[in-house]
């Protein structure tokens, strides 16, 4: 990614920042209000915008990539130049993928010193799962449930990339999906918007904190606005076209909730929605997001979002594309140059009104005085602080933690696991063991390549076994530091004899196997949800002399191990799990922590099930009662249930539920409770699950909805009475018109430990 250098105007661009022209900004005292600290930031707003030219409202709306790395398509030739005429005329608002103190200080430098109004940039960036000391990918976060972690970890990456330069992330991607084949279900939250919205909700309160002017806050962005999810075949930017329960009870929900939790943006999404591209479609942004809900801040398009919309088939030039885009409410024009080029003219032919630009600058600049960006535009900018707060321990500490919170054990068969700690022979095979970039995974721009502690190192760090390594097989061919290396295909199986070789002499084989961390992400779909490449059958070779395997996935999406699930008696799921990666799976391999994540998407048997998901509608067939075995909702060939449904994970301990009761206060109160003991012989965490379903409904509902969850730690033997309350926020649901009703009748409540739940009731609400 970093392969985009404009050599000369990087030297300009540093030349410039370190000439001291003593320029003012547009703090309070050069728009008069200084003297005045009771103004609001409205107010504020409102003096700057009146001393700002029709241009330079609009300049705050564009937002160019910087000199330096690429996170979309490659930008034309003379960008570079055009970029850095902008900015010296204060005609660029913002900017992403500049960071580090140097290189912002550089841009921001010429925004505040050379330009008329100096007004400060804000700068963005994905910070994603972390900046330079990398956490696990957002779906294996998720897979912990625990939102205080997650939190936490948002914080953490906050802190590292406010030190850094960094006012703004785009982050955190709420969309829900269903569809494995999507690369970027790594960067979400799973398939469930019960879960997706809380786990949204800890990532805006990570991020933002609760003052965005501190210096280890920056501002959040809720995207992609929306639908991204539900590309149709899994196929990133393709066609989304849903219908309105599902864009109202699935789709919407983390967005409302990140709203809610005071999320400043938003950013809208590359796929046309019910036939209109998400960037253009006022329906979304200005109806329901600002209007509807209410949203103060301001949305920013995605990577050029705005001149697709000609590709798209809807707008016919680029003229065209700026219109729709900012008058359907899209209030910065990240990468497409549109706005800036167009927007004065079509405001002075009187094609769109001034108002509007009025209001995208206010959003804008209001989210740039709550950063504190006016008060003093360098506050994020001193390389002491710098120095000081990347990489900390703390942040060590942290986001080994959420690794280990991430793991998700799927199967244990006669308690291969934990293993033992010396006295054994333990072969270790799969190229990803000894990979210390993929476990960075897919975002990570920052992160320097070759940081991330691999499975190899973390096992060895146990001393008493002793451990051989063999590779077997590459994942990718070559070496693979950047996504555009990335190649998939390899045949190549001259390290099978070694592996086999080592499988033979040893007590236990843990085979690290899955997807590269760039496999998964952006631009990244997939057909096929297999073992890349010939890791099946590496896995089926080594399983032929020795089948005392404990598999360890790495990947960034649920995978087809259905014969690895038949074969293969322990598998752990360790996703890709940042910069402490091979700590952590050594941790919980040993059983140093019982895992307790459970998986917050459904792992298909077979690719053909796709989309799969637990909070299916029933249809009208559901079952499939024999002898009648043809006209019932089936496949000939699979069964229809998944392989591990969502809410799946054992622990090395084990859980009953019992003692059911459902307390009927009112239909508004429902209280349930039920009795959690740990039957096992380890402490352990397990997260409790309550989940509804409204069986009778004027719009149908889904067969199970999760409505509920808790963590819950108990030491052996230990019991706990757990319980959990039902309002009509739970009970209800969103109707075709939007709006958001409770329907009495029949429902049934469960409890258990994933979404194939233990404990069910039967109620009837008035
Ligand atoms: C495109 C992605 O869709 C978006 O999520 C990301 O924030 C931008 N590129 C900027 O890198």
């Known amino acids: 990614m970093k392969h985009f250098i404009t050599s000369l105007f990087v030297l300009l661009l540093l030349l410039s920042s370190s000439s001291c022209i003593e320029k003012v900004f547009a703090k309070d005292s050069s728009i008069g209000i200084d003297d005045n600290k009771a ?3 409205n107010d504020k707003v409102n003096a700057l915008l009146l001393k700002m030219t029709l241009e330079e409202k609009i300049g705050q709306m564009n937002q160019y990539n910087g000199f330096w790395d690429l996170t979309g398509p490659t930008p034309k030739d003379g960008d570079a130049a055009k970029k850095y005429d902008h900015l010296k005329k204060g005609y660029v608002g913002s900017m992403l993928n500049v960071r580090g103190v140097k290189e912002v200080m550089s841009v921001q430098k010429i925004a505040v010193e050379e330009t008329r109004l100096g007004i400060p940039l804000i700068i963005g960036f994905d910070v994603i799962h972390g900046y330079k000391t990398i956490s696990p990918i957002p779906l294996a976060e998720s897979a912990s449930w625990d939102l205080e972690a997650i939190k936490m970890s948002a914080h953490v990456a906050a802190e590292e990339s406010a030190a850094a330069g960094i006012n703004w992330t785009f982050a955190p991607m709420v969309d829900i999906s269903r569809d494995a084949r999507w690369g970027r279900v790594m960067e979400g939250a799973g398939e469930d918007p019960y879960l997706g919205s809380k786990i949204g909700v800890a990532r805006v309160e990570g991020f933002q904190g609760d003052d965005l002017s501190a210096y280890n806050t920056i501002a959040a962005c809720a995207k992609h606005f929306a639908g991204y999810g539900f590309a149709e075949a899994g196929r990133d930017y393709n066609t989304v076209d849903v219908g309105t329960s599902t864009l109202n009870n699935i789709i919407f929900p983390p967005f409302r909730a990140a709203n809610e939790a005071g999320v400043k943006t938003f950013m809208n999404s590359f796929n046309e929605l019910n036939g209109v591209p998400a960037t253009g479609d006022k329906y979304l942004q200005r109806d329901i997001l600002k209007g509807e809900w209410g949203f103060e801040g301001f949305v920013v398009s995605d990577w050029g979002s705005i001149t697709e919309m000609i590709a798209h088939g809807h707008a016919k030039d680029g003229t065209q594309a700026a219109e729709i885009a900012i008058k359907a409410g899209s209030d910065m024009d990240m990468e497409s140059y549109l706005y800036v080029e167009e927007l004065a003219k079509l405001v002075k032919d009187g094609k769109v009104d001034e108002e509007l630009i009025n209001d995208a600058a206010r959003r804008i600049l209001t989210v740039k005085f709550e950063l504190g960006l006016f008060d003093d535009p360098y506050k994020y900018l001193d390389e002491a602080r710098e120095k000081e707060f990347t990489g900390q321990q703390k942040y060590h500490d942290a986001v080994l933690d959420m690794a280990k919170k991430s793991i998700v054990l799927l199967k244990n068969e006669n308690n291969l696991l934990p293993l033992k700690k010396d006295g054994q022979k333990i072969a270790v095979i799969g190229a990803l063991a000894n990979d210390n970039t993929s476990p960075l995974g897919s975002w990570r721009i920052a992160a320097d390549d070759s940081t991330a502690v691999t499975v190899l190192e973390g096992l060895k760090a146990y001393s008493g076994n002793q451990i051989t390594y063999a590779k077997g097989a590459d994942v990718t061919i ?3 530091k950047f996504v555009t290396e990335l190649k998939i295909n390899t045949t190549d199986k001259s ?5 086999i070789s080592e499988a033979e002499k040893a007590d236990v084989v843990i085979m690290v196997l899955g997807e590269h961390g760039l496999q998964s992400g952006e631009g990244r779909s997939r057909t096929e949800l297999d073992l890349p490449g010939v890791q099946q059958d590496l896995l089926e070779a080594v399983y032929k002399v ?7 996935l790495n990947n960034g999406r649920p995978l087809t191990i259905t014969w690895a699930d038949e074969n293969i008696p322990a598998i752990v799921e360790a996703w890709h799990l940042g910069t402490q990666s091979g700590n952590a799976i050594a941790q919980v391999l040993y059983g140093d922590y019982n895992p307790s994540g459970k998986l917050p998407m459904t792992f298909p048997r077979r690719v053909g099930q796709v989309p799969l998901y637990y909070n299916y509608k029933s249809t009208g067939r559901p079952v499939l009662p024999a002898p009648d075995i043809v006209f019932w909702s089936h496949y000939q060939d699979e069964e229809n249930g998944a392989l ?3 809410g799946h994970g054992l622990s090395y301990t084990s859980f009953e539920y019992s003692d059911l009761v459902v307390d009927i206060k009112s239909s508004k109160e429902v209280v349930v409770s039920f009795n959690l003991k740990n039957t096992g012989k380890v402490k352990g965490k397990e997260v409790v699950q309550l989940y509804i379903q409204d069986l009778y409904a004027s719009v149908t509902r889904p067969v199970k909805e999760l409505k509920g969850f808790e963590l ?12 959990m309350t039902l309002t009509d926020k739970e009970l209800g649901f969103y109707d075709n018109q939007g709006n958001f009703i409770f329907e009495s009748g029949d429902f ?4 258990g430990g994933s979404s194939k739940t233990l404990l069910e009731k039967k109620i009837e609400l008035e």
């Not at 390290?495 to 592996?499: D, I």
């Not at 020795?546 to 360890?552: A, D, E, F, G």
């Not at 049934?748 to 409890?751: E, S």
């Open 39 to 41: 103004l609001s930031i």
């Open 478 to 480: 070559g070496e693979t």
């Open 495 to 499: 390290g099978f004899p070694e592996a």
């Open 546 to 552: 020795n089948k005392n395997i404990v598999l360890v």
């Open 644 to 646: 591990y449904p969502f």
């Open 712 to 723: 819950v730690e108990l030491e052996p033997n230990q019991s706990k009475n757990i319980s």
């Open 748 to 751: 049934k409540i469960f409890v």
